[in-house]
């Protein structure tokens, strides 16, 4: 015999499934705008990146979503203990998702000034990049999706390769700019597009501490291998 608690129950756990959905495909969409925003880097088409840029504009729609499933949630379920983390923890990684589609973005109207002037060589790593970026995205969602910390908590320590490349390519860049000051122009707008890339690894690395959180109810407590260099006293400098 089904009691009204186990419809509340039932009722509850739907809605719950429901925003865990929205989360993973607001998350795939970030993913594939950064994806987007590579390939007319690429393609030096001004016109697709443009479309890339207000795309964002439905990422930022299924946040605000999101927001008022979780408002409704706590307002209708007052859920308690594991089950308000949950809660919680879908609002925290829905912002963190909305910062990726930003900086998505970001790369894609950095693209347009790029676009007009002369293509230059390290433009192809940007891809390498973005590559380890939305690779770290949907394994952290998929770890979110199965509710699996152990997974989101492997992708976090895996965002040292996207430091170790983005430090990397940072210093390939300044390279170019100390050779010839002709390339400075587009090599400072790579060198936007690629920390834009490099806070993506960042903001996924959030999803997985509060995927980690969610799960066991404590904050993931380990040092985080960062092999971001680019602050380093001893990075060679322009004109050094």
């Known amino acids: 015999m089904t009691t009204s608690k186990d419809h509340i129950i039932k009722s509850y756990d739907s809605e719950l499934a429901r925003l865990t959905g929205e989360i993973v495909r607001m998350g795939e969409l970030a993913a594939a705008q950064l994806e987007a925003a590579i390939d007319v880097v690429e393609r030096r088409d001004d016109r697709a990146a443009n479309r890339v840029v207000a795309n964002d504009d439905a990422i930022d729609t299924l946040e605000q979503e999101i927001g008022h499933d979780v408002i409704r949630l706590l307002a209708l379920r007052a859920p308690m203990a594991g ?13 963190d998702i909305e910062r990726i589609g930003d900086y998505a973005a970001n790369v894609a109207k950095r693209s347009i000034p790029l676009s007009m ?25 998929s770890a979110y999706a199965r509710q699996d910390a152990e997974q989101g908590y ?7 390769e996207l430091d170790e490349a983005y430090t990397g390519y940072f210093r390939q860049l300044l390279t170019y ?54 602050s380093n006293p001893e990075m060679p400098r322009l004109g050094g």
């Open 177 to 230: 700019m100390m050779e010839d000051p002709r390339n400075i122009t587009p090599c400072t707008h790579l060198l936007f597009m690629a920390k834009n890339i490099e806070r993506i690894g960042d903001h996924a690395t959030n999803i997985a501490e509060n995927l980690w959180y969610q799960v066991y109810g404590e904050p993931l407590d380990k040092q985080r291998d960062k092999r971001d260099l680019t």
């Open 83 to 95: 089950d308000l983390r949950n809660v919680f923890t879908a609002l925290r990684i829905a912002s």
């Open 117 to 141: 002037v002369a293509p230059i060589a390290p433009t192809r790593g940007l891809g390498l990049l973005a590559k380890l970026a939305a690779a770290e995205v949907r394994d952290v969602l």
């Open 154 to 160: 492997q992708v976090w320590k895996r965002d040292a």
